[in-house]
Structures are given as structure tokens and as C-alpha cells.
């Protein structure tokens, strides 16, 4: 019934951008926010980042603060991830998630995922 399709992801050389997408055609958004995840092979999936659709605030991982953006176009249902400055430990399969702001903020749960789009970063 929802679907949440993330597009982007790609090889890169450290130092350099990527910007990832992802479109939640359900709009299950309406929840209250959307996330960025990301899980590298043999690590726990962590946080990235997220915002609240309505009031456009975000929030950001310490790993990734300064370096990565979070924003929305609500006209085309689309979240994107801007990031920058990438670092081989940026390297993981990174998932978007729509649910309730407080839930994604908090523990990091979500009412929807996507399929996830890798990301690899070379030295």
C-alpha cells in the first residue's frame, strides 16, 4: 500500500558528493517525519538523519554533522539526503523510513522502510 523508493546511492572517491533520494508515494510522510538510516556489513543499523514534513526541522547524527543535509520538496513527496565531504566509513546500504518524528528521533523505529540504496566510498 505504501511504498518508499530510495535512488542515488553510487561509487564515489572520498572527498566527493552524493545526493540521495528518497520518494514516498503513499505519503507516509503524513506520520509525521522521515529518516535516513544506514547499515554497514557487520554494524547495527544507525542513524543518520531526519525531518519533521510539517516544521522542517532536523536532526543529524554526530558522525555526520556538518557534512551531510537533510531536506524536503513536499510538492514531489521527495526526501533527500545532501552528502558531502564522504569518508570510506560513510560506506553502507542507507534506508529511508517515514513514521512519527518522535519515534524515528528517539529509538530510531519507523512505520515504513525502503529497500536501500548502497553507497560505497573509495580511498
Known amino acids: 500500500q505504501v511504498q518508499l523508493v530510495e535512488s542515488g546511492g553510487g561509487l564515489v572517491q572520498a572527498g566527493g558528493s552524493l545526493r540521495l533520494s528518497c520518494v514516498d508515494s503513499g505519503r507516509a510522510s503524513a506520520a509525521g517525519g522521515v529518516g535516513w538510516f544506514r547499515q554497514a556489513p557487520g554494524k547495527e543499523r544507525e542513524f543518520v538523519a531526519a525531518?519533521?514534513?510539517?516544521?522542517?526541522?532536523?536532526k543529524t547524527a554526530d558522525s555526520v554533522k556538518g557534512r551531510f543535509t537533510i531536506s524536503r520538496d513536499s510538492a514531489k513527496n521527495t526526501v533527500y539526503l545532501q552528502m558531502n565531504s564522504l569518508k570510506p566509513e560513510d560506506t553502507a546500504v542507507y534506508y529511508c523510513?517515514?513514521?512519527?518524528?518522535?519515534?524515528?528521533?528517539?529509538?530510531?523505529?519507523?512505520?515504513?522502510w525502503g529497500q536501500g540504496t548502497q553507497v560505497t566510498v573509495s580511498s
Open positions: 525531518i519533521g514534513w510539517n516544521s522542517g526541522s532536523t
Open positions: 523510513a517515514a513514521g512519527p518524528w518522535i519515534s524515528i528521533v528517539t529509538v530510531g523505529s519507523a512505520n515504513y
